[in-house]
């Protein structure tokens, strides 16, 4: 699998204080199985979730909104969750991060599981 030169810098970075509800309630995901499933696409270039429940997957920015692409990792989300509540799914552009940017936002979604 190829991967962007500094795109450890989303884990590095460690994306505190982005003031968006992260998770509520009781949600248990399996996030091996989501992050197998997500990093199986081409589109996705990184993924993480932070320590607040937040998942993050990285692309590059093809200038169209990634509503939508957050939606489908949404999906992907609840096949592998359980327990009652939400998690924000957040779709960034990798090469702004690399580039010492900061956290892009090219889609979201919060994610009711």
Do not use: P
């Not at 991967?3 to 995901?29: D, F, H, N, P, Y």
């Not at 979730?49 to 990285?58: C, F, L, Q, R």
């Not at 999906?75 to 592998?80: I, P």
Request: with cysteine.
């Amino acid at each position: 699998m190829k991967t962007l030169a500094g795109i450890t810098i989303i884990s590095a970075s460690l994306l505190a204080g982005c003031g968006e509800s992260q998770a509520t309630s009781s949600v248990t995901i399996n996030e091996e199985a989501i992050k197998a499933e997500v990093m199986a696409d081409s589109t996705a270039k990184d993924f993480l979730v932070t320590d607040d429940g937040a998942i993050y997957v990285g692309v590059l920015d093809n200038g169209n909104n990634r509503d939508g692409y957050a939606m489908s990792v949404c999906e992907t989300v609840r096949v592998n969750a359980s327990g009652e509540g939400s998690r924000l799914v957040r779709i960034i552009d990798v090469a702004a991060v690399s580039r010492g940017e900061g956290f892009k936002t090219l889609g979201r979604h919060q994610c009711d599981v």
